[in-house]
């Protein structure tokens, strides 16, 4: 079962489960019923990690067991990252960024279809990061060049932080 932090039911649920044997993956979307529910297309027995997200909320971690109960989630709100590199604003270089957790690895955020997304493309030194989850996270933006800038930026949930890298 579902629910944003309002007890709100979402329009629609992201999920991505993996095995944690690591064989199978299961991943998409789906409106949950009227009581928040969805059902995962019938996963292999075992244990499982499943990622869970909506459009406006952060991605949550659960571990799941097949057979075994339903699993319940609160969606938290998410934060919006409005990331510039004002060096890049007029280059015509590719470069992408990646939301790193304090441990250095990256930040799990789903989209639609369950498509986990761990780096986004910049165009004109700009991008925009949706649906990450609040905490403080290690922005990084490295371009095709191998220049590379990064900080630490505190997020909370359901606000809109701008994240200037120089």
Do not use: C, N, Y
Not at 85 to 95: N, Q, S, W
């Amino acid at each position: 079962m579902a629910r944003l932090a309002s007890g709100r039911i979402p329009p629609v649920v992201h999920f991505h489960a993996v095995s944690t044997a690591g064989a199978q993956a299961i991943t998409g979307s789906q409106a949950p019923d009227a009581e928040g529910r969805i059902r995962l297309p019938t996963p292999s027995q075992g244990s499982w990690r499943l990622l869970i997200g909506a459009p406006g909320s952060g991605t949550v971690e659960v571990p799941a067991q097949t057979p075994g109960p339903p699993v319940s989630v609160m969606l938290p709100p998410a934060a919006r990252l409005a990331v510039q590199v004002p060096e890049l604003a007029t280059a015509d270089v590719r470069a992408e960024v990646t939301v790193l957790g304090p441990d250095g690895s990256p930040v799990p955020v789903l989209g639609p279809g369950g498509a986990l997304r761990q780096t986004w493309p910049m165009v004109g030194g700009k991008t925009t990061i949706e649906d990450l989850p609040a905490g403080t996270w290690i922005v990084d933006a490295t371009a095709g060049d191998g220049r590379r800038w990064s900080t630490t930026v505190v997020a909370p949930g359901a606000a809109s932080v701008p994240v200037i890298l120089e």
